[in-house]
């Protein structure tokens, strides 16, 4: 399977690239290049920082049609990562009202989680799952993952596949058809991290031949 991590300068994409040759046999290419994406059969979307910069980057280097093509055209695989996930809403209110991607109905918001509880929240969490069958069936009794973040996604529960307790509940990991999210560092999160990567490559895998496992 070819794997597109896409370089925009915002993500973190040798620890990515790292993580997923841990767990399989991948041919991987982190890259810009509209010719290497359009030839992958699966996208990866990392992201550190901040909302805006972002999706001036994504801007400035030609990549949202390309990517918006690929995915809702094509419906190609798409893991988002962090602000990578975040990227996959409508908009978001950091720093400044922000037009997302826009693949997800639902908006990025500040936390404001209460009960003393510090922003950024920095740490580790307990994902509680929201879906019967998902990417994180492989999870029993340790759910704990690595978290960076200040803003969550305000979304439908439709999309949620996981979310945690932080105050409030918030969303952890998201999915609308072949576009899957996930809030936290995969990367950063041991071996459940790695896990949940390796359970995504493989649905993905099955979307590239055909198959239609949910």
């Known amino acids: 399977m070819k794997i597109s991590i896409i370089d925009y300068d915002m993500g973190?994409?040798?620890?990515?690239?790292?993580?997923?040759?841990?767990?399989?046999?991948?041919?991987?290419?982190?890259?810009?290049?509209?010719?290497?994406?359009?030839?992958?059969n699966c996208i990866i979307l990392p992201g550190v920082g901040a909302f805006p910069d972002a999706m001036k980057k994504l801007h400035e280097k030609k990549l949202v049609d390309v990517l918006t093509h690929e995915v809702m055209t094509k419906k190609k695989p798409v893991l988002g990562i962090c602000l990578g996930m975040q990227l996959l809403f409508e908009s978001s209110e950091e720093m400044a009202l922000t037009t997302g991607l826009g693949w997800i109905p639902g908006k990025v918001e500040y936390m404001k989680p209460g009960q003393g509880l510090r922003v950024p929240h920095v740490g580790w969490n307990s994902l509680i799952l929201q879906?019967?069958?998902?990417?994180?069936?492989?999870?029993?009794?340790?759910?704990?993952?690595?978290?960076?973040?200040?803003?969550?996604?305000?979304?439908?529960?439709?999309?949620?596949?996981?979310?945690?307790?932080?105050?409030?509940?918030m969303t952890a990991s998201v999915q609308k058809d072949n576009v899957v999210g996930?809030?936290?560092?995969?990367?950063?999160?041991?071996?459940?991290?790695?896990?949940?990567?390796k359970s995504f490559l493989d649905w993905a895998q099955i979307q590239s031949t055909g198959g239609s496992d949910a």
């Not at 996930?182 to 896990?195: I, V």
Request: one cysteine or more; charged letters at 25%.
């Open 182 to 197: 996930m809030q936290f560092h995969p990367e950063k999160s041991q071996k459940n991290g790695l896990a949940a990567i």
């Open 131 to 169: 879906k019967d069958k998902s990417v994180f069936d492989y999870l029993h009794d340790d759910k704990d993952f690595y978290f960076v973040h200040s803003l969550w996604v305000n979304c439908s529960a439709e999309y949620k596949l996981a979310t945690f307790d932080y105050g409030i509940e």
């Open 12 to 40: 973190n994409v040798r620890s990515i690239e790292n993580a997923i040759n841990h767990v399989g046999n991948y041919e991987i290419q982190v890259t810009n290049d509209p010719t290497i994406i359009e030839a992958s």
